[in-house]
């Protein structure tokens, strides 16, 4: 059941990169108020149901990124519009499987276990492991008789390099004594000294197009051990190995996500080349299990960008 689950996400996000290229993880539109939330629950939604949704949300030009299941609906009084097609998100819990008793532990019953436990002949009692939900939800503009939630709309700098330089202003504080420099050496992260390397400003067609990159490199400074300790950068050989194509894809659709929150619109390096689209995809292809572990890490760079 995961393996069909893991192959059904990489069918989307494969039909996505070869239609759209990264374009395809830009959110529809800037704003926080675009991240899909349900609208019973108000809760977002997070990891790959993000994507998943902008690109549904974007296919159908709703007008509102507020999703509600077919139980919900009718618990609001309200009904799916007939020949309304559902939109299937994945929720992750972990857990743990008990070798003892051979049985798995719901996520909700973990803190009444003691992870680190041994059998008699010494091996460990529990696996870490994961479970996943399916739930089949439906836009807000599918339904009859449901109310969209008003979106209040906060007034912020309208400047998007305004808005871009204050969220890599905070992220520089935040980690102090991290620090951006400038040379002729090009755009790279140190993960060793732990700083980024920027070409200068001027260097660039416009400063949107500084700015994405900037967030590609800062993205891979969240992989730091010291951060988020993501293993697609703390494990990476050499240059052009399987672990460094998983951490640049992270580090493009984190960029892309971040260009499309703040409003930017870079008029270079917005789309790779087709060489890199179509090594993307194979790679995706060839190991089904990984395309879900990108998009998890992506949300969790961009979360980390956008925390104060």
Known sequence: ?????????????????????????????????NQPFNLA??????????FMLNCVMRANGYEYNQ?????????????VIKGSKSTEVYLWSIGYWDNK???????????????????????????????????KVFNVAQTEGI??????????????????????????KKQSPFNIQHSNEGAYYNSNLDFVNMPRLDTFVDSDSYYKVLFHELAH???HKSRLNRKTLIEVVKWGDNTYAKEELVAEISSMYMV?????????????????????????????????????SATKVVDYLLSK
């Open 260 to 296: 499309g929150l703040l409003g930017l619109n870079p008029t270079e390096n917005v789309e790779n080349s087709q060489a890199y689209i179509k090594g993307w995809c194979k790679h995706l292809t060839d190991k089904p299990k990984e395309c879900v572990y990108t998009m998890q």
């Open 221 to 223: 400074s969240t992989g």
């Open 101 to 135: 008793l051979k049985k798995f532990v719901a996520p909700k019953l973990v803190k009444n276990i003691n992870p680190s436990e041994k059998l008699d002949g010494g091996s460990d009692r529990y696996r870490k492991t994961f479970s996943v939900r399916f739930y």
């Open 67 to 79: 999703w509600l299941t077919f139980k919900q609906i009718s618990a609001k009084g309200g009904k």
């Open 1 to 33: 059941m995961k393996n069909d689950l893991f192959l059904k996400i990489n069918e989307l996000v494969i039909e996505g990169l070869k239609a759209e290229g990264l374009q395809w993880f830009k959110p529809w539109k800037s704003g926080s108020e």
């Open 41 to 50: 629950t108000n809760r977002y939604y997070n990891g790959f149901n993000i």
């Open 147 to 172: 109310e969209p939630k008003k979106i209040v709309q906060v007034v912020v700098e309208n400047d998007p390099i305004k808005r871009a330089d204050d969220v890599v202003d905070a992220y520089c």
